[in-house]
């Protein structure tokens, strides 16, 4: 209906929780009128109270006028009972718990009483919307907004029709949602929606490398902060959000998807789950938590060792930034056609192990560590450590890794060091959205980038990146492990063939009418 978001007055949102009082507030600071509801009435009183609080810090903070709080405060109504007579109720929004049980049975009742022009909204981070609303008289009118915690400050807003929501509607809830000042995207009623499907490309790669002995955790994550630049690891992740909330979200992803390969969870997150090893609320999980605080284990500090020549086997360009910054420290490189026999081989390529390749080119692998070149050696570097290496020289060469003064993890080494694996997972598992027509290129990148917070959306880093590279990495993954987790995407392999960037939709049938 046409400009329903800008006559839209009034909202009733059922829900005092977290969520609840989130969007209380957002929805009354917007200008909305909210009545708030609750099968509890002093939960409501709880509610109100603490929305009024955070107004008040608001104010303090010089983050919100005097003024327009208390015309905040003026707007938040307490109804108590759900079903209070609606008089002019343009929305309402629903944040009970997550069970399709109780939301269809409170949307069956809502149906009976809420004016006919009334929008029915669920606030489920994983439930079917389809299936919340398949048994009502008219499904029209129901569909998906999915705020993120905390509602005021997480801007982005997942729009979800069910499979019969009317045409007009997620247009409208968008246009409400930005009227909100929030940012909307439309998401697929499909298994994770949006966001928490891409969310799988980072975490289900690093429990693989896990599962592998590749990395300990927190390697994994100093290098997905320091390399890749998130601002959080997915091991840091998992213990934030909790075992028994992520590890039914992997595996009802994975099931929605009828087995995915690139979706696929761990059997690490299902024992620790078991253990009751949840994370930061358990006080144990990956890390330990000491009054809530993570006790990261410190860096070891490289070993004592012999002090060797390096030769570097690179690309020309990454070799001369690897020559630099090792000279700078006071290593001595050889610039030869050939290694010495005293020297210390670094390998530096992409699709490679670096002990695969010593082999594959005659170098003595027994002397031979990989140095992953991603993010061109500027902040921590991850060295790579086959089982054929000497120990000796292995020590040589951290230690020459070390004189830079950059932070070095050393891992085993794989078809792919960690970053490498991490970026053209969560890449291709981004190019796999946009291949099933799930979500536009745009809509993926900005849920992405508000949602999960990472730097840059899968498509336009991945174009960042390099698409060609990034196909290069995930088919060379497929082919020594035969994993067809590492499948690449059709939308990958087209649009490298065609020149375009990942973020572009290209030519469809459409498109020639």
């Not at 909305?32 to 509890?40: I, K």
């Not at 939301?103 to 009483?113: D, S, T």
């Not at 909307?184 to 298994?191: I, K, N, S």
Request: hydrophobic share 45%.
């Amino acid at each position: 209906m046409e400009r329903w978001a800008e006559r839209a007055a009034t909202v009733r949102v059922i829900g005092t929780g977290v969520m609840g009082r989130g969007i209380a507030q957002l929805a009354a600071a917007g200008g909305l009128t909210v009545e708030l509801a609750d099968a509890r009435m002093d939960a409501v009183a709880a509610a109100v109270e603490y929305v009024h609080g955070m107004f008040d810090r608001l104010v303090a903070k010089g983050r919100m006028d005097a003024g327009e709080a208390a015309a905040a405060k003026g707007r938040l109504t307490p109804v108590g009972d759900p079903m209070t007579p609606f008089q002019d109720c343009d929305l309402v929004i629903e944040a009970v718990r997550e069970d399709l049980a109780v939301k269809r049975e409170l949307f069956a009742r809502l149906e009976k009483v809420v004016p006919g022009h009334t929008l029915l909204v669920t606030n489920t981070s994983s439930l079917s919307v389809t299936a919340i609303a398949a048994e009502l008289e008219d499904p029209s009118r129901v569909a998906g907004l999915h705020f993120f915690n905390p509602v005021p400050l997480m801007r982005l807003v997942e729009v979800v029709p069910g499979a019969r929501t009317a045409g007009w509607v997620p247009g409208a809830l968008a246009d409400l949602v930005r009227r909100l000042g929030h940012e909307p995207v439309l998401a697929p009623d499909t298994p994770g929606f949006l966001v928490n499907h891409a969310g799988r490309g980072l975490v289900t790669e690093a429990l693989q490398i896990l599962a592998e002995g590749v990395a300990e955790p927190w390697d994994v994550d100093r290098i997905a902060r320091d390399v890749l630049g998130l601002k959080m690891g997915p091991f840091e992740l998992m213990d934030l959000t909790g075992l028994d909330v992520s590890h039914p979200v992997l595996e009802s992803i994975w099931e929605g998807f009828y087995g995915e390969p690139r979706l696929r969870p761990s059997e690490i997150t299902r024992a620790r789950m078991t253990a009751g090893l949840l994370g930061r609320k358990a006080g144990r999980g990956f890390y330990e938590y000491v009054d809530g605080v993570k006790q990261e284990p410190a860096e070891p500090s490289a070993p004592s060792a012999e002090p060797r020549p390096v030769w570097v086997a690179a690309e020309d360009g990454t070799r001369e930034r690897l020559h630099a910054l090792l000279s700078s420290a006071g290593v001595a490189v050889e610039r030869t056609d050939a290694p010495s026999d005293e020297a210390v081989i670094m390998v530096s390529l992409y699709e490679y192990a670096a002990g695969e390749y010593a082999a594959d080119n005659g170098l003595p692998a027994e002397r031979a560590v990989g140095v992953d070149p991603f993010g061109d050696f500027f902040t921590r570097l991850t060295m790579t450590v086959h089982p054929g290496l000497d120990p000796a020289f292995g020590r040589s060469a951290w230690a020459a890794l070390a004189a830079t003064e950059r932070p070095v993890t050393v891992v085993r080494d794989a078809p792919a060091p960690v970053a490498q694996r991490l970026a053209a997972s969560i890449v291709n598992v981004g190019c796999g959205i946009a291949e099933r027509r799930l979500a536009s290129p745009a809509d993926i990148d900005t849920a992405v980038r508000l949602g999960l917070g990472y730097p840059h959306g899968p498509l336009e880093w991945g174009d960042r990146i390099g698409p060609d590279l990034l196909l290069g990495i995930l088919r060379d993954l497929q082919d020594v492990t035969g994993d067809p987790r590492y499948r690449p995407s059709r939308w990958l392999v087209e649009r490298v063939a065609a020149g375009l960037p990942l973020t572009a939709a290209g030519t469809g049938p459409a498109d020639l009418l």
